[in-house]
């Protein structure tokens, strides 16, 4: 079944009157960093004050107004959804920790809310655990691109195996998707790159009584934390980098940081396939060739799609989109992929894979397109995308075509887009990020991630002034939660502020299971799209 629309309750607000956005765009040519720098002493703005309410099940949710643009600190605002739960045991209370999503586009307050059952006890003991929505995302002012019939249509028609023509084609929807971002989101869309998030969160930081800041961020939320460390590096108390950004790269070399994730992305998929070849009684897929199988199963559905029970078609781009995301969960997910793969095959749309994107998801997908196109420098030249573009799609073939030439979603899909990008960079981060002075920050890579390469985790812990690299042995996305030794070194800095040795290796993957699982392994999402409800919950997982 199609997840049915759920959106969140939305208390965000952009207070005051709106400007013209010709004047808007006029303004906002510069970056705020390099306003700051030129400014001999900033305005500070004001602290958010915090009026906590009940909002069920032990949590405490409240709004906090922080400014839109901060080059006018005291102008106009844009209220954030925050919420937190305070620490079990009072007696023990270290401060707050802040838990950030992957994304950008997951909402901080529902991640909070879903994961705070399966945080390790000793977190849940030392700190008040506190979550938000980030602007423009969730209930703070949710930025919207296209709306979800025109989402409904482009990811409809898209392909799992593109003709050689689909790059004007691609082209052409992704200048229609950033007009669609201007047009609807005009006022904000300039202000919601990652400085000003950094910026957000040292204001409610400070909100909550807190000297330093106490931090897990997973996925991009490893570069939001990044960008704080950089701007505040004296307010670190302790940062857990999951997931990692190599920096320099995302922000200034954008095809340097997209070919390594295509490549990560093909090669999980192709290790996967290869187990599959091996262990076909496991898996059930490919009658003895699976890569075959999965080229031919994509190539059905593109000319024969499969109606859901909805109403929808599900071709072959949905079905390499959800391989895309949910072969994060690592091999404990290979035995139901194989499975799934198979129900494909006899054209059953109960299979997962075959379930397209909705509206959902949607709320996730126009953000996740936004917030990287301010945030990064894709140079403008046409001919330069169409050659990268190309030569991505070539290197990985087994998804790779689909994501280069589909309509703006994924990380994998955002060049176009970004290359014709005309809603301003104004709130992007432009300064080093060695955060010299700060206090020790855990960076955190897996090798086999199909998301953010192992290499970009150990970019970053060299790029960073004081840091340390804990390597998980694995596959799939992030460690916290898919590794018990990582979650324990995890808990253990938080808490403590100790640093893993240099060095240190935890190579305890969940292994897939002999049979085919009827029920979803611990910390997967495997029930969750089963049953139809919101497939982009985040969750960070439990170790059994």
């Known amino acids: 079944m199609t997840a049915p629309r759920s959106k969140p309750r939305r208390f965000g607000r952009i207070t005051a009157v709106g400007v013209a956005l010709t004047a808007l765009m006029t303004a906002v040519t510069g970056t705020a960093t390099q306003v ?34 901060y080059r006018k600190p ?6 954030l959804a925050v919420v937190r739960k305070k620490a079990a045991d009072q007696t023990k209370r270290k401060g707050t920790l802040f838990l950030q999503p992957g994304g950008p586009g997951n909402s901080g307050v529902d991640f909070v809310r879903n994961n705070y059952a399966d945080l390790p006890a000793a977190l849940r003991d030392s700190f008040d655990v506190f979550g938000y929505d980030v602007r423009g995302v969730g209930r703070s002012s949710p930025l919207t691109c296209f709306d979800d019939a025109r989402y409904t249509r482009a990811v409809t028609e898209a392909k799992g195996v593109p003709g050689p023509d689909a790059f004007e084609p691609a082209l052409r929807q992704a200048a229609e998707f950033d007009q669609a971002c201007v047009d609807n989101t005009g006022e904000l869309l300039p202000y919601i790159g990652t400085e000003y998030v950094a910026r957000d969160i040292d204001l409610l930081r400070e909100a909550l009584g807190e000297q330093q800041l106490t931090y897990y961020g997973r996925s991009f939320g490893s570069y939001i ?57 496991t898996c059930g897929f490919g009658d003895g060739d699976p890569r075959a199988a999965f080229e031919k199963l994509k190539a059905d559905l593109d000319a024969n799609p499969v109606p859901t029970a909805n109403g929808g078609q599900a ?23 194989g499975a799934a793969l198979r129900k494909a095959q006899l054209r059953d749309n109960t299979s997962f894979l075959l379930r397209p ?40 073939p087994l998804l790779g075509p689909a994501m280069a030439y ?32 700060s206090a020790p920050i855990l960076v955190l890579g897996t090798t086999g991630d199909p998301d953010t390469p192992y290499q970009d985790a150990v970019a970053l812990s060299r790029q960073l002034d004081n840091a340390s690299l804990l390597t998980f042995r694995a596959e799939g996305h992030t460690a916290f939660g898919r590794s018990a030794c990582a979650t324990d070194a995890v808990i253990d800095y938080l808490v403590n502020r100790k640093v893993p040795a240099a060095g240190t290796t935890c190579a305890d993957e969940t292994q897939p299971p002999s049979s085919t699982p009827t029920t979803a392994p611990p910390g997967t999402t495997l029930s969750e799209l089963r049953n139809g409800v919101n497939e982009r919950v985040e969750r960070i997982g439990s170790v059994s």
């Not at 589909?406 to 104004?426: E, F, I, L, M, N």
């Open 74 to 79: 005291h102008g106009k605002t844009i209220t």
């Open 357 to 396: 994107p909705s509206p959902a998801s949607f709320d996730f997908l126009g953000p996740n397109v936004a917030v990287e196109c301010v945030d990064r420098d894709y140079p403008s030249d046409l001919g330069l995308l169409k050659r990268k573009v190309t030569s991505f799609a070539k290197a990985a």
């Open 406 to 437: 589909g309509p703006p979603t994924y990380d994998h899909q955002h060049a176009t887009a970004c290359v014709q990008w005309t809603g301003g960079h104004v709130s992007r981060y432009d300064g080093s990020y060695r955060a010299k002075g």
């Open 36 to 69: 700051a720098a030129s400014s001999k002493t900033p305005e500070k703005p004001p602290v958010p004050s915090l009026a906590w309410t009940d909002c069920q099940g032990g949590f405490e949710c409240a709004n906090a107004d922080v400014p839109l643009d």
């Open 225 to 281: 934390g990044t960008v704080y460390a950089a701007m505040f590096p004296k307010r670190v108390r302790a940062l857990a980098l999951d997931g990692a950004y190599d920096p320099v790269h995302y922000r200034d070399r954008p095809y340097a940081y997209d070919r390594p994730q295509y490549l990560a992305l093909d090669g999980a998929m192709g290790r996967f396939l290869d187990w599959c070849a091996a262990d076909q009684a």
């Open 315 to 337: 071709g072959g781009y949905t079905l390499v989109y959800r391989l895309m995301f949910n072969i994060n969960e690592g091999k404990v997910i290979w035995p139901e992929f």
